[in-house]
């Protein structure tokens, strides 16, 4: 069966530091792999999309990385802040459908402590 | 620009109750639109989704069902809620292509 597994336990951090999140996948051939982040209470918000022929993608201080062969999505926020505290999500489109039905993981709760 | 709108925000019915949430989106044509749930401790459920209007794929058998009678419009029913309905369900959209969703802000659904 198809899963999406995302470090179930939360990621507690010191300002500043680097945090860095994991999303491993079985049976998925994914073109790309998005990450999202989720408040408590509100909708998860889309942060960014790597594509399969790209090794590693960023955006101010985000950074993704995607390995096909080792069926991993690493996401790093470097020089963390408090406000980055939320929970992580990635996510993935299932073979199966259209392509845009995104599965998404249980997420990663980050917490990051001044 | 777009916007997604869904509501009401909170919702509470008693077992056996219908159930109807709407989703409408703005600035765009023939999105795809997708209805997923979120229970407690756990992890976003799709529900429905379409990519067009009157089309309509259902990823978990269930007492819901979904409906999109016009383009911007997604709509999510059920004749007879369950306990285990109870939930954070939320819409959203995407373009035609492989871009990321845009979420509604969320229906929290407790049925008593």
């Known amino acids: 069966s198809q899963k999406i597994e995302q470090n179930s336990e939360a990621l507690n951090i010191q300002e500043g530091k680097t945090a860095t999140l994991t999303c491993n996948y079985t049976n998925y051939s994914p073109a790309y792999l998005q990450w999202y982040r989720q408040d408590p209470g509100r909708g998860p918000v889309f942060l960014l999309l790597?594509?399969?022929?790209?090794k590693e993608k960023r955006k101010e201080r985000l950074k993704v990385t995607f390995d096909t062969t080792l069926k991993q999505s690493l996401f790093h926020i470097t020089a963390s802040q408090p406000a980055d505290s939320a929970t992580y999500l990635c996510a993935l489109a299932p073979p199966s459908n259209s392509g845009y039905a995104l599965n998404f993981g249980k997420g990663t709760s980050l917490l990051v402590t001044p | 620009s777009q916007t997604i709108h869904q509501w009401p925000a909170t919702l509470v019915q008693p077992v056996g109750s219908p159930l109807s949430l709407e989703c409408t989106v703005e600035g765009t044509s023939n999105p795809n639109l997708y209805w997923y749930r979120q229970a407690a401790g756990r992890g976003l459920q799709l529900l429905f989704y379409s990519v067009g209007i009157g089309q309509i794929s259902s990823e978990v058998p269930q007492n819901l069902s979904a409906s999109r009678p016009q383009d911007r419009q997604f709509i999510l029913s059920s004749k007879k809620l369950l306990l285990s309905d109870s939930g954070f369900y939320l819409c959203a959209w995407n373009q035609k292509k492989i871009y990321g969703y845009t979420f509604g802000s969320g229906t929290r659904l407790t049925v008593v």
């Open positions: 790597i594509r399969e022929n790209e």
